[in-house]
């Protein structure tokens, strides 16, 4: 009987130690439920709750905002139990090979369309995100180049296959087709996307 008594207590008392909630204080972020454990109060986040819509969480990424950790051109976001301030790294790299991007720290990131003019009428300037600028043949201006042999036809890109056929020049784009005829004016291989 004794023993069963002596246990009973054992099992109350632990019962106890991890239900008496109401002796600890709100830590005042709608995040966490505040729980008594092994003699002490604790805050943990409650994941029952979408943390980021509190008006407590928001009011925490505004306030770190004005902190000088925070850069327009970084991510920033707050720990769901301490409320710390968490600052991402500042990069305005978008994984676009189409455009240029540098950060203004008044406005955040700039992105502008990459400049890819080569100069030449012969061509078309295209661009593609994971690769960058490329070029293809003009056909509407291709063949009107008056020329007396194929060195008056070159474009300077080594890419290219410049001819002179009939008195007119003739470009091609010579690289295979895993290839494409790259800024830099050689043919250059496609990058595999990445997933």
């Avoid at 490329?134 to 007396?148: D, V």
């Avoid at 690289?175 to 790259?182: E, H, R, V, Y």
């Amino acid at each position: 009987m004794n023993r069963l008594i002596l246990s009973t207590f054992i099992i109350i008392s632990i019962l106890s130690t991890f239900s008496n909630c109401q002796d600890c204080p709100s830590d005042n972020n709608d995040c966490t439920t505040e729980s008594f454990i092994y003699g002490g109060c604790y805050s943990i986040y409650n994941q029952n709750i979408d943390c980021e819509s509190t008006g407590t969480y928001k009011a925490c990424v505004a306030n770190c905002k004005l902190s000088p950790q925070y850069s327009k051109c970084g991510s920033v976001s707050c720990d769901y139990e301490t409320l710390a301030c968490k600052f991402g790294s500042t990069t305005c790299d978008d994984n676009n090979k189409c455009t240029t991007e540098y950060c203004n720290s008044t406005t955040g990131c700039v992105r502008t369309a990459t400049n890819c003019t080569d100069g030449l009428a012969t061509t078309t300037d295209n661009c593609m995100s994971i690769f960058g600028c490329y070029y293809t043949i003009n056909q509407a201006q291709n063949n009107i180049k008056s020329c007396t042999t194929n060195a008056d036809c070159n474009d300077s890109l080594p890419c290219t296959t410049d001819v002179c056929v009939n008195n007119k020049c003739n470009s091609t784009i010579n690289c295979d087709s895993n290839s494409l005829c790259a800024k830099s004016g050689y043919c250059t291989l496609i990058p595999t996307p990445s997933n």
